[in-house]
Nanobody
Framework: VQLQASGGGLVQAGGSLRLSCAAS????????MGWFRQAPGKEREFVAG??????STDYVDSVKGRFIISRDSATVTLQMNSLQPKDTAVYYC?????????????????WGQGTLVTVSS
């Protein structure tokens, strides 16, 4: 499956952005979906994940209460609120062969191209 991420940009601290990820075939099927991010000089890290039916979600501690992941049959979104400079990174959406919410990079099989989020102080 090919994934296309969009919605990144420049925002001031405290602002919001909404990232979207769509599958080229028009459906996400039963893939578990996730968002990861990678800041310059750092490893790619898990941000949020959602199970195939949207019934289960997970978040890294640093975004709990600020980010919300959701999905429908065709897209997965990441609503990011109260953004902070430490959230600056390239954000990637990914699809996992596991239908649950997966947290590890190796559990994901397909990756979008990444979208840059920059939060200014």
């Amino acid at each position: 499956v090919q994934l296309q991420a969009s919605g990144g940009g420049l925002v001031q601290a405290g602002g919001s952005l909404r990232l979207s990820c769509a599958a080229s075939g028009g459906t996400l099927g039963t893939y578990g979906m996730g968002w990861f991010r990678q800041a310059p000089g750092k490893e790619r890290e898990f941000v949020a994940g959602v199970s195939w039916n949207g019934g289960s979600t997970d978040y890294v501690d640093s975004v709990k209460g600020r980010f919300i992941i959701s999905r429908d049959s065709a897209t997965v979104t990441l609503q990011m609120n109260s953004l902070q400079p430490k959230d600056t990174a390239v954000y990637y959406c990914a699809a996992s062969r596991f239908p649950r919410s997966a947290k590890e990079v190796f559990e994901y099989d397909y990756w979008g191209q990444g979208t840059l989020v920059t939060v200014s102080s």
